[in-house]
Each structure stands twice: as C-alpha cells, then as structure tokens.
C-alpha cells in the first residue's frame, strides 16, 4: 500500500478550494490510499528537475504535486493543471545530510538569482564564504546542488536576498557563517531547526528523512487519519519544528520557559505541551491563563487539538484568581469576599489623610503591592530592612513606618469587613498550598491534585501569583511550562522567575508567524524603549524578531475632529466587511471607556456588529483587521494611568512602559491589516 505524507500546504490549498472541488479532491486522496483501482496514480512532468516529482489528478482541473520514492508519496501542494506542473518542474528536493530532515526550495528561482550574484561576485573584492571551506560547509548540510550559488555569494545582502529561496536548514547556519560565528555556533544554528535529533542519516531514505521532519510532512494510513488532518486547523497538525522539539520532548527536568515576540507560536506551543503532558504525563494539568476571554479562547483551541475526551478531561483552563478562590473557598469553607476598586480606592485615601503621610494614595497602594506583597513581607520588622526594588524614592527608617501604619489600617479594615484584594487572595492560597501540597485540590475526578502547569501570558503575573503557581504543583519534572513576552507586559509586575527560586531552562522564539513585515516593523518603531526586564534574569531584547510574511503597511490616519474620526471607523470597517471579511475576524479597540462606549454606539447605528473592547480586552487573542482608534496626544499614555514625575520618577518612566506595552500588544493582534487613527495630536507613542 502507498504511504501518503501530507505537507502543510496541501491543508491550506484544499481549504482555499470552493466547496465541490475540495470534496472532490479528498475524495481522490480518500480513494489513492485505499488503492482503489479508479485511485489518482503518479504522472510523469517533463522537464522536471527532480525526477522523482510526479502529478496526481485530484479533480478535473487540480492536480496534486508528489514526490515518490519506492511506496513514499510526499504531496506538496494541490493546484490547478498549470500551477501543478510548473510548481513539478520548479522544485528540487532532497534529505539535509547533516541533520537529516527533508528540505525543498524553488530551484527556478534561484537560478533566475544566479547571473546577478555571479555580477556581485565579479566586482567584490571578497566573497562572504571564502573563510569556510567545502568540507565545513558540506558537513552543516549544506546541499551540493546549493553549493556554487553559496560560493558566488559576496555579501550579507546576497544571502538575505536568497533568504526566502533555500530552506530554513540551509539558511541559518549560513547566516551564521556569514556574521562571523563559528563552525560550532552554525551547527547549533542547524539543531534549532530540527524538529527531532537525528541519529545516523541515509540521504536517500525519504520516508525517513519526513519522519524526521513533522512539520513538513504527516504520515496518513487512512481516510480517517486524512479527515482527522485536514479538518482541523494547520497548527493543530504541523506545528513549527521548534514547537514540536519543545512541545514533544519527552520530559523537561524542571520548569520551561519560552520567550518570544507577538505571534510568534507561543500559544500554540503550550498547547502542544499541554495535549502531550496530558497524553503521557502523570496527572492532571492546569492551563492558566490572562483572563476569562483567554481562556474561553483556549478552551476552544484545545477542544480542536485533543480529540480524546479521556485525555482532555485531564486538562483544566482557568485564570490563577480562580485558581486562588477555589483553594480559598474550599479551605474556608464559603467563598471569599472581595474589595472592588472603588472601595479599596476609598480606604487608601482614608489611610493617607488619618496617617497624615506624604505619600499620595496611589504611592501606598504600589508600595503595598510592589514591595510588601511582592515579597510576601509579614512584618514592620521586616519591611524595615527589605529591598525595594523598582521603586524610584527612597524612604528612611521613619517614612517606612508611616507607611506601614497607613498600609496596616487598609488591611486592617479590610479584615474587619471579611474583604480581599485578588493579591491576598492568592497569598492565602499559597500558603494554605504550601501547607498541603494539592490536598486542598483534591475535588477532580480520582482526586488528584495537578501534576503540571502551563502558563500562557506570563508576564503579567506578580510574584505573589508566581507563589501560588508554585505551590499549586509539586516540583519535579514538567512541572511548570511558562510562555511569555515582556514586551508585551500590561501590568507593572516585573519579576525574573529565579527571584522566585523558579530556575528554568530557557527558549526563544523569533519568527512572527501571525504580522507581516510592516505591521511587524512598525510596531517595533512604537515598542521602542530598548530591552525590557522580566521573566528572564537580565532583560530581553526585540533584537532578531522577524516576520515570516509579506503585507500592507499599517494605515495612520489623521482627523480633525473626535466626530469626524468615529465617521472614518464606521468607514474603514464597513468596507472590510464589504470585501467579505467575517464580522468575528475584525476588533476595534480604544484606551479609555467612555472612547469605547462611543465607538460601540457609532458601530451600532451603522448596523456593523463587529467587537469594541478597551485595549486590555485584545490581550492573547488575533484579528484579521484591528481598528485602533483615539491615539491621540493626552488619551495614550492614559494620563490617569502614570504617576506625576515629581511623586516618583521611576514608577512614572515604569508606567510609561507599560502604556506603551499596551499598545504595542493592541497593534500586534492583526493578522493582515492594522488601522491607526487620532484627532488632534497624535499619541508621543506613535512612529513619526
Ligand atoms: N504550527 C503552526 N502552524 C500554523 N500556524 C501556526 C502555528 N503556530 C502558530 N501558528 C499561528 O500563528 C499565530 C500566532 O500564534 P500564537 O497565538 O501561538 O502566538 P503567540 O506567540 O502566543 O502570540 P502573542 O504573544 O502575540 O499572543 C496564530 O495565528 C497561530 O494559529
């Protein structure tokens, strides 16, 4: 019988197709693996550069491209007759002789490259390989038939040019060679785009070599198993090399995590972990996220990935304050009661005029989450002699006191009403856990307490939520497995997980998988700011966050007047629903909410019913099209949102960067096109 391997764009080009076609063509696929006799059969292309590439019919005017070797059938892509041949006659293939996986690149093309990299090369006065010899080059993999052209080549610019060309496995340690690195540092390049290691390698063993390469190629037996692919989203079947060696690694000695720029398959990753951890591990895992939006949105995406309902029970989502209300309800037998904003606003305000501070309202309150909380401080004694880290004033032995008196009356009154901020809660959580490790967890089915924890959105949490993680799981292997991105941090809570005695191995994502270019490029403009702290020791950099893709710029436009700006959304978004893009695929987002009310009325009049939500409300999810709207001079930075710089000027700069974190996380949630607007002045943040 055949062994049909399927490549990601065979799911996407069967997608693309209009509904009688698609049917059709799986039908052919369904029928080719059954080997039935009216079965698609491999039809020589003339002219081709591989002689192992072949056609299959698959209706009556698409064909389906393969490669065969003995009962192998790799498909690449389903195309029109035309498409279909030229896409056979274009392409080499072939097995990565260093690391094993198979490789493909549009050969055509590079050779349409190749007269003016010889032009380059004829004037330079060195070319960017010449330190390297054949052999060092040969044994990173590279192909022979790739060799001459990597030969010619006399500039970064040249390699950057053929970039999209050649395989990522050819690329990188390339790029490697070419900034100076060294032999060693290229083949490390080349192991980060395996998705498995190795072993011995015969390059003629195709079957092998896409054993080896999951995120090129799934190995279907049956109708079932084809159905089972092509009916769930791409991510769900081929993810990433580099999601599938973090994701499907067998166990993780302690905790993990993953960095990485907006979009760039952290999401999918962990729940790639999350599945895999609940298949194989050993007990339940808890998925936690930002918000209820989050994890509505994850839930759905594991529905989708485990199909196994057996297995899916083993996995919870849910934020960590229903997590610390759980353990807090359970142990005290009610629920608990909490304090709202309002409220809590009032009591800080009565503490700084009973306690007669200098301290402004605001002030008491960060230095009561920033610090005491932060550190989990239980005493004067102790907040006396305690760093404060982040903090922009110093405070002396007597102002710490004061302090502390007015922090102890709002605690105070808040024992007295029975009432919690969600920051105790989730202190009293941690300590009760740490009393009893998972006991007070015991109400899941076979009474087991979690045995991993998956965190997506994780620089968001504080330190005090950070205990409570820990202490929900036993520590040991799998434990914890963390994705995040601080520059997309919307809250003030900077923490490196080791000053938490969270010591984790650490990975990084680059590729942006969701922005094209121009988004991407654009919103790394507005991040600006430099390196940020947080999660790592020390600070991550944007530096090497690239886009995988292509697209338009982000669209500024300029009003003159609030009116005029909500009439240029209602525009802006009736004409992306004109051209066919679902209502649920496009957002519209503001800062403040009386910005956000206006825009849901104006939205609402013109009968477009598309989603309006504060900037927060975009936080881990993705749109098609976003509509960003009052980016303005004195509304982001929200002005009720920073500290007066005479209060504190490192909690001011602080806020800043958080606003403009907030921001940035809002413009990078689109996945084709961004749509800025302002009346008045535009936002300091936004690019000139
Ligand atoms: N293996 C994959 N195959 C196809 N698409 C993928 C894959 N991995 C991720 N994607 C897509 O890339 C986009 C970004 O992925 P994801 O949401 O996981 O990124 P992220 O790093 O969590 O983003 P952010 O931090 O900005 O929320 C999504 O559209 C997702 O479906």
């Known amino acids: 019988m055949p062994r049909l391997a399927i490549a990601p764009e065979v799911h996407s080009d069967l997608g693309a197709l209009a509904s009688p076609a698609r049917e059709e063509a799986v039908v052919s696929l369904r029928r080719f693996l059954r080997g039935a006799t009216s079965a698609p059969h491999p039809e020589r292309v003339r002219n081709t550069r591989d002689p192992r590439v072949a056609t299959m019919r698959l209706t009556d005017r698409h064909r389906g491209v393969v490669v065969r070797q003995r009962d192998v059938y790799w498909m690449l892509t389903v195309q029109p007759d035309a498409e279909a041949w030229s896409y056979a006659q274009r392409h080499r293939f072939a097995v990565n002789a260093a690391a094993g996986m198979a490789e493909i690149w549009d050969a055509a093309a590079l050779e349409s490259v190749e007269p003016a990299l010889r032009r380059a090369a004829g004037s330079a006065a060195r070319r960017l390989f010449a330190h390297v010899c054949d052999t060092d080059l040969l044994g990173l993999g590279i192909d022979t038939w790739l060799l001459p052209l990597v030969r010619l080549m006399a500039s970064e610019t040249a390699l950057d040019a053929v970039e999209p060309l050649i395989p990522e496995s050819q690329f990188a340690p390339l790029s490697v060679l070419a900034a100076g690195g060294s032999i060693a540092e290229a083949w490390r390049a080349l192991d980060a785009c395996a998705a498995v290691p190795a072993g011995p390698i015969d390059v003629s063993d195709l079957g092998a070599a896409l054993d080896r390469t999951p995120s090129r190629a799934v190995f279907v037996a049956d109708a079932e198993e084809l159905d089972h692919l092509l009916d769930r989203p791409q991510w769900c079947g081929f993810p990433y090399a580099v999601q599938y060696r973090i994701a499907y690694h067998d166990v993780h000695d302690g905790p993990v995590l993953v960095t990485g720029g907006a979009g760039t398959g952290k999401t999918v990753l962990a729940l790639h972990r999350a599945a895999h951890l609940a298949r194989t591990g050993g007990g339940r895992v808890l998925v936690v996220t930002f918000s209820q939006a989050t994890a509505a949105d994850l ?144 109400d899941a089915p076979g009474g087991e307490p979690y045995r991993h924890i998956v965190v997506d959105e994780a620089q968001d949490l504080h ?91 982000p669209v500024v436009r300029e009003y003159v007047s609030p009116q005029a700006e909500l009439a240029g959304l209602v525009t802006q978004v009736g004409e992306w629903l004109a051209e066919g893009v679902p209502a649920r695929a496009v957002a519209v987002a503001a800062r403040s909410a009386g910005l956000v009310r206006d825009v849901k009325a104006a939205l609402r009049e013109a009968g477009l019913a598309v989603r309006a939500t504060p900037l927060h409300g975009l936080k881990g999810l993705e749109f098609r099209r976003v509509a960003l709207i009052g980016v303005a001079e004195g509304v982001v930075p929200a002005p009720g949102s920073l500290t007066p710089a005479e209060e504190d000027p490192t909690a001011r700069a602080h806020d800043l960067q958080r606003e403009r974190g907030l921001l940035y996380m809002a413009c990078t949630r689109a996945t084709e096109r961004l749509y800025v607007s302002y009346s008045g002045r535009a936002s300091p943040f936004l690019p000139p």
């Open 463 to 553: 330190p005090a939520q950070w205990r409570l993680l820990r202490a929900a799981v036993p520590a040991g292997p799998d434990d914890l497995f963390i994705v995040g991105d601080p520059h997309q941090r919307v809250f003030d809570t900077r923490v490196a997980l080791s000053s938490l005695g969270v010591k984790a191995e650490t990975y990084r994502l680059t590729v942006s998988r969701r922005l094209p270019r121009e988004i991407l490029t654009w919103a790394v403009r507005l991040r600006g700011g430099g390196p940020v702290d947080g999660l790592v020791d020390g600070v991550t950099e944007l530096a090497g966050f690239r886009a995988g893709q292509e697209g338009p710029r």
């Open 299 to 442: 839930t759905a995406k594991l529905d989708l990935l485990v199909d196994d309902t057996r297995v899916r029970d083993r996995i919870e989502v849910g934020n960590v304050e229903r997590l610390a209300h759980r353990v807090v309800a359970e142990a005290e037998g009610r629920p608990p009661l909490l304090v709202g904003p309002p409220d809590l606003a009032s009591l800080w305000q009565e503490a700084a005029e009973l306690y007669g501070t200098t301290h402004s309202p605001a002030f008491l309150l960060r230095e009561w989450e920033q610090v005491i909380l932060a550190q989990n401080l239980c005493t004067l004694q102790e907040y006396l002699s305690a760093a404060r880290p982040g903090r922009g004033v110093d405070l002396d032995r007597g102002e710490r006191a004061e302090v502390w008196r007015a922090i102890e009356h709002v605690t105070g009154r808040l024992r007295e009403t029975g009432r919690r901020t969600l920051l105790q809660l989730a202190t009293r959580a941690s300590t009760l856990l740490g009393r009893t490790t998972g006991d007070l967890l015991d």
